[in-house]
């Protein structure tokens, strides 16, 4: 192990006697999730939604909205209801899980979403109007 004293010439300025990691958690993602639970069988997929930087996890139809702002997004990678089962563990737990009913296109799913986006508006997934 190389020890850094950065006091003199080109050092980076870390000194490790005063100088200690603040957090030593490990990051863990939190993961978006809208649709029916997985144990129901579908095929899910990572959508993104550029405007506002997030990415999100849903179940393949026909055409996808962003839930952030009601506009068509871009689909990433194509998910098996195991794959999302074993990745999003305890986000997707019937707990952290809450069930929406759209107005517009009487789709119901659940979602996960309104644990981090309390502040925002919200959209179908399937149809793009204001839920």
């Known amino acids: 192990m190389k020890l850094i004293v950065g006091f003199g010439g080109g050092g980076s300025g870390y000194y490790p006697y005063t100088q200690k990691p603040v957090d030593y958690q490990p990051y863990r993602p939190v993961y978006l999730f809208r649709g029916p639970p997985p144990d129901a069988g579908f095929s899910y997929g990572l959508f993104e939604d550029e405007e506002v930087g997030k990415q999100y996890f849903?179940?393949?139809g026909l055409e996808e909205f962003s839930?952030?702002?009601g506009k068509p997004v871009k689909k990433?990678?194509?998910y098996s209801h195991y794959e999302i089962e074993r990745m999003l563990g305890e986000d997707i737990?019937?707990?952290n899980l809450k069930t929406v009913n759209c107005g517009n296109c009487a789709g119901e799913y659940s979602q996960n979403i309104h644990n981090f986006e309390k502040?925002?508006?919200l959209y179908c997934h399937r149809c793009g109007s204001q839920l």
Request: charged share 40%; hydrophobic share 35%; aromatic share 6%.
């Open 93 to 95: 737990h019937k707990d």
């Open 119 to 121: 502040a925002r508006q």
């Open 76 to 78: 990433i990678d194509d």
């Open 58 to 60: 849903a179940e393949l």
């Open 67 to 69: 839930p952030f702002t």
